[in-house]
């Protein structure tokens, strides 16, 4: 029997406005090559300077993660040849990373947990992009010298399920604090995952090999399955030696297989050296106080709703999935309305009519609007059928609750006065329904309930009605 040993490198791209060692801005969406100069492109003479916002980014990651921040950390240089480098070298970090030693706590179903630990975060670099059209390769150099942190885990995942609850946990730290995108198809979020296999109990490490490309949780489950398959089948059949060598592989998601790329690099072959362009980097206490604030996390958040509002644990884990779901679940809270109810509306009657590009981000009907509607079945104003359909006025135009509530004439009857008036008719325009009623016939108490809420063409309260004619009849 065989376990399954994973590790993995996680390049998340950094949101800062400028690149990491030039002024250039960080956006993607300018015409190819607008956003470079003498630095970026490696011109002759050009220095670089380092961009003080990676640092405090990289700052606030560590105490995400509970890692040691080194206050001295070094560049180093990384040679390599590829088009989409200039300089023919990334600057990274190799001897010392500015985040050492940090954990990530990832949760399963049961209730338990694991804890899977980093190794490193380190400050590096990112290429160009070459763009293959036909027989013509080009090459745009907007995205060279971006930022990005790599986040390096010790082999400490078994599985593919573990691997994508580490990812989830991670892009979620990342995006509640806001420093970065980590959108995984546009590439700001790129996972290598190291994966070899051992004799179940052997603590040695044997072979691993890395998987690129992989730009989907569900790919990378999959990269997993078919790459432990290939060395589980090797090593049945003897030929393990032969064919597991260190090596990157690459996923093809149409094949449905994994394949050589190149053979893994030895670090010499990179002829690491420390940057010579670049002094030390230095963290002051000042800036490590400052940076070391930060927002709340996920985890805490979710013990904080369920202690604060009376969650359950999975209502609470669904809202704090993302930080857009639990700003807009707080922001409905405002309204003082119940968190069951915000949760339905938010995750039921409001998701379900966000189609095609719409999400809670650019969604028609902002939380704040959405709280105020639940406000309204809450105080008694509307029934909560009615509050549908003027959700669905409300996700095709901008208009006030309250308003629609008018226009559509929703509003509950709740004065007690005027209900009254019309189960009194009612009453006395069926007698003999209600000596029957009185002569045991339970079941004419919903005829009752009927009539009275057609006269009142549905807005009566029901509750009120019930209470009424429940006196009334006896
Ligand atoms: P490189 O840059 O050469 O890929 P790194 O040290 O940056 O090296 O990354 C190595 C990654 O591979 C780490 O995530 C580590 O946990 C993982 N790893 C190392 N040895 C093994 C192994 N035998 N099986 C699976 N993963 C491994
Ligand atoms: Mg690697
Ligand atoms: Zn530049």
């Not at 960080?26 to 190819?32: A, D, I, P, V």
């Not at 597991?244 to 990179?270: H, N, P, W």
């Not at 929703?410 to 189960?423: F, N, P, R, V, Y």
């Amino acid at each position: 029997m065989f376990e399954v040993v994973i590790g993995l490198e996680v390049h998340t791209q950094l949101n800062t406005n400028t690149k990491l060692f030039c002024s250039c801005p960080t956006s993607f969406n300018h015409k190819q090559n607008t956003n470079t100069c003498p630095t970026c492109l490696a011109l002759p003479g050009a220095l670089p300077v380092l961009n003080k916002e990676v640092l405090h980014k990289s700052i606030m990651l560590g105490t995400a993660i509970d890692a040691t921040i080194n206050q001295t950390s070094y560049f180093d240089r990384k040679s390599y040849f590829y088009p989409d480098s200039p300089t023919a070298y990334q600057i990274t970090q190799l001897y010392t990373p500015v985040v050492e030693h940090g954990t990530l706590k990832i949760d399963f179903e049961d209730a338990t947990h694991k804890i899977i630990r980093i190794n490193r975060a380190h400050i590096e670099s990112d290429a160009g992009k070459n763009i293959h059209d036909g027989d013509i390769s080009k090459v745009d150099l907007n995205r060279a010298g971006t930022p990005l942190l790599e986040i390096v885990s010790e082999p400490d995942l078994s599985n593919g399920e573990e691997v994508v609850l580490y990812l989830k946990k991670l892009h979620s730290i990342i995006r509640y604090l806001d420093i970065g995108d980590a959108n995984m198809q546009e590439g700001s979020f790129r996972v290598d995952v190291n994966v070899s296999i051992r004799p179940k109990g052997d603590k040695k490490l044997y072979t691993r090999v890395e998987i690129k490309n992989i730009n989907s949780f569900k790919f990378i489950q999959k990269a997993i399955e078919l790459e432990v398959a290939r060395q589980t089948e090797a090593w049945e059949d003897g030929t393990y030696e032969k064919e597991i060598c260190q090596e990157t592989r690459l996923f093809d998601q149409v094949k449905q297989e994994t394949r050589s790329m190149r053979g893994k690099e030895e670090a010499a072959d990179y002829r690491y050296f420390p940057e010579p362009d670049l002094l030390k980097v230095s963290i002051t206490d000042a800036m490590l106080e400052k940076y070391s604030k930060i927002p709340e996390l996920p985890d805490e958040k979710m013990a904080r709703f369920v202690k604060d509002y009376g969650m359950n644990d999975y209502s609470a884990s669904v809202v704090t999935s993302s930080v857009e779901m639990a700003h807009f679940f707080e922001t409905m809270m405002q309204a003082g309305i119940t968190a069951k109810n915000a949760l339905t509306w938010l995750t039921t009657e409001l998701q379900g009519r966000l189609k095609g590009e719409m999400n809670i981000t650019n969604s028609p009907v902002d939380a704040k609007k959405l709280g105020n509607l639940v406000k309204r079945i809450e105080d008694g104003t509307i029934s909560g059928k009615a509050a549908k359909e003027v959700l669905d006025k409300l996700m095709e135009e901008n208009l006030d609750v309250d308003a629609v509530i008018d226009s559509l004439g929703l509003k509950q009857m709740s004065d007690t006065g005027a209900i009254e008036d019309i189960c009194n008719a009612v009453i006395s325009a069926n007698p003999e329904k209600v000596e029957q009623y009185q002569s045991g016939k339970d079941k004419l108490f919903g005829f009752f309930v009927g009539q009275v809420m057609k006269e009142s063409k549905g807005s009566a309260n029901p509750q009120t009605v019930n209470e009424l004619l429940k006196s009334k009849l006896g």
